[in-house]
């Protein structure tokens, strides 16, 4: 059974940092390509930033470019998602989710795979 537990949520002011984890079993982490979407209040779900199974490409969107960064732990079966220079507008719950074709996909209908998500609160 494939599990994607997401932890690292929290409170933080505007203009602070905050890491997401995103631990996966259950599959072979190492195959996935990995992304983190998220969904705040009254919005549809979009999508932030992904990476390639190994690591070596990412596709964000431009509202985070400079901001977020996402990277991978293959050993530990972990994505992180780091959240710096926090906006009110980043307030969200943050979901991770695997896509078996390896890439980073920007298109939540390629991912597999989801968490049950994290939330996010930036206060201003």
């Known amino acids: 059974q494939v599990q994607l537990v997401e932890s690292g949520g929290g409170l933080v002011q505007a203009g602070g940092s905050l890491r997401v984890s995103c631990v996966a079993s259950?599959?072979?982490?190492?195959?996935?390509?990995m992304g983190w979407f998220r969904r705040a209040p009254g919005k549809e779900r979009e999508f932030i930033i992904a990476?390639?199974?190994?690591?070596?490409?990412?596709y964000n969107v431009d509202f985070v470019k400079g901001r977020f960064t996402i990277s991978r732990d293959n050993a530990k079966n972990t994505v992180y998602l780091q959240m710096n220079s926090l906006k009110p507008e980043d307030t969200a719950v943050y979901y991770c989710?695997?896509?078996?074709?390896?890439?980073?996909?920007?298109?939540?209908?390629?991912?597999?795979?989801w968490g049950q998500g994290t939330q996010v609160t930036v206060s201003s």
């Open positions: 990476i390639s199974r190994s690591g070596s490409l990412v």
């Open positions: 989710a695997a896509d078996r074709d390896g890439w980073p996909s920007g298109s939540a209908v390629d991912f597999d795979y």
């Open positions: 259950g599959l072979t982490f190492s195959s996935y390509g």
